[in-house]
């Protein structure tokens, strides 16, 4: 079943468009607000929205600028101290700032501790807490176990309850409603409702992607499905998609995400044997993409932050069968292991050698050390013996201490041998070679850097590009 309950401008449905898409206008014209609201159109109530973290407070303030009434929820009480005087704690994200304020100066945006009661006085609940995974690489529950704890007792009748965390399949239904019917004594799809519904922004980018990306939503049953699409259709300009239930939303994030960590190990094998008969594996994706069927993504150092390495992981918790699945996680994983071969072949060995990371978050523009690339290539080439000093322009030097390595300054003079860059930050365009005199290899982990002139004396290591590339670019630059 796919019900459009709101169409996109870009046309009848996005469902497997591209990822170039426009941003739709507000088509929303002044809603009443009801009490309580029971998904007529053209209504609004008031929504509670569980985690205002990196995701949660994006959202809490775009649905108060779309008249909703919002509470954020939150364990942390500066987080809740900062939305109650209209700030917002999350720095990154454009645009976020100035809802945040506007929604709490309109009284519209307000936080609070305690769960059960923004729960009980709200006619929608968003549960947008992480969900992780453990030592054995099993879902973490700790935090969503608490927050639907916390939010249980205030679950009334006609109560809309709406996953937003990524979840293994089946655990809306099976894992979580039992709890909420349990608490309030009530039958979800009758007496409340209870949804699934992805969230899928891309951090930097969520304000705008929630006037993009197609809304997923799937209910525990029929009415659920239709109430949660409600909600939404009420809030976003962008698509509301209806599918046949929780069970679908839930699989459809994880196909999302498992698909795109597949197609990175995919690129990471390719760009291996790119490396090995000398071929340039961008120039190939490039070509081999020009067929449309083909969206090979790009190799790498590795996937990092807290979704695409952590979803596979969620399939394989339930399906252990997808040997694929768990395969590219191994691919990815070892990227790591290439490129401190590729120094170590360069150097003749790693001992007491000091190697410098560039980028120690999982991408730049975005604070986030969760399952970073930079983590274990710090441990690991530090266990080899180099003497390693990192950078990132988003970390204090006491993170950068953190990590392992020792903080360096940029712009300084360094006695590295050896450059790993782990994100693509345009700033490392800007590195003065001049103040690296003793550098003999620049390994460029997300080949960022693979037009940078280079002195004459440091071998280029792209991944899948060979340095023959840039042995080419030095001749030309020094030729001028
Ligand atoms: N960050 C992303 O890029 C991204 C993208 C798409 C989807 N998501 C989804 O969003 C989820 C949350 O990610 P995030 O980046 O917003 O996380 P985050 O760590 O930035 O924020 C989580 C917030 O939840 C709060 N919290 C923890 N336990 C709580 C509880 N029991 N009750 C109330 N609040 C509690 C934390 O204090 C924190 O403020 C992810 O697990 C993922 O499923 C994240």
């Not at 399949?169 to 894992?175: A, E």
């Not at 939404?232 to 509301?240: I, P, Q």
Request: hydrophobic share 45%.
């Amino acid at each position: 079943m796919k019900i459009t309950t709101r169409p996109s401008s870009a046309g009848p449905s996005l469902l497997g468009g591209s990822i170039e898409l426009p941003v739709n206008p507000c088509l929303h014209g002044p809603a009443r607000r009801v009490a309580p609201w029971t998904g007529e159109v053209g209504t609004t109530g008031s929504v509670a929205v569980v985690g205002a973290g990196k995701m949660g407070l994006p959202l809490a303030a775009h649905f108060a600028s779309h008249g909703w009434d919002v509470t954020a929820v939150d364990v942390q009480e500066s987080v809740v101290a900062a939305i109650n005087e209209g700030r917002s704690h999350v720095t990154e994200e454009p645009g976020l700032a100035e809802l945040v304020r506007d929604a709490h100066a309109a009284g519209r945006l307000r936080a609070t501790l305690d769960g059960a009661a923004a729960a009980r006085e709200a006619d929608v609940v968003v549960l947008i807490v992480p969900v992780m995974l453990d030592d054995e690489q099993q879902p973490d529950y700790r935090y969503m176990d608490a927050a639907v704890a916390s939010i249980a007792p205030g679950v009334h009748e006609g109560s809309l309850v709406i996953f937003e965390t990524t979840l293994p399949v089946g655990d809306t239904r099976h894992r979580f409603t039992p709890r909420l019917e349990a608490a309030s004594g009530l039958r979800a799809d009758e007496a409340f409702f209870v949804a699934f519904s992805p969230e899928r922004l891309y951090s930097g980018a969520a304000l705008r992607n929630l006037a993009t990306y197609p809304k997923l939503v799937g209910g525990v049953g029929a009415a659920s499905t239709e109430r949660a699409a409600r909600f939404y259709a009420s809030v976003l300009d962008a698509e509301v998609v209806a599918m046949s239930g929780a069970e679908a939303a839930e699989f459809s994030k994880l196909a999302d995400t498992t698909y795109r960590d597949v197609n990175i190990a995919l690129a990471n094998e390719f760009a291996r044997y790119a490396d090995r008969i000398g071929v340039d594996v961008q120039e190939v994706i490039a070509a081999a993409n020009s067929q449309p069927y083909s969206h090979i993504h790009q190799p790498g150092l590795g996937v990092g932050g807290h979704c695409i390495p952590v979803y596979p992981h969620f399939l394989l918790a339930r399906a252990p069968e997808m040997e694929l699945v768990a395969l590219s996680r191994r691919v990815n994983d070892g990227q790591v292991g290439v490129a401190i071969r590729a120094i170590q072949k360069a150097l003749g060995g790693l001992e007491g050698v000091p190697v410098l990371v560039l980028g120690v978050t999982y991408r730049h523009g975005v604070k986030e050390l969760a399952y970073s690339r930079a983590l274990p290539l710090i441990e690991r080439l530090a266990f080899h013996g180099a003497s390693v000093s990192a950078y990132d322009p988003l970390l204090s030097e006491d993170e950068i201490a953190r990590t392992g390595a020792t903080p360096y300054r940029w712009g300084e003079p360094s006695d590295a041998r050896a450059i790993v860059t782990q994100t693509a930050d345009p700033l490392w365009g800007e590195l003065d070679f001049g103040r690296f005199p003793a550098l003999e290899v620049l390994f460029d982990g997300r080949n960022s850097l693979r037009d940078v002139a280079l002195p004459e004396r440091v071998a280029y290591h792209g991944v899948g590009v060979p340095a023959a590339r840039q042995a080419g670019r030095r001749a030309a630059v020094g030729a001028r």
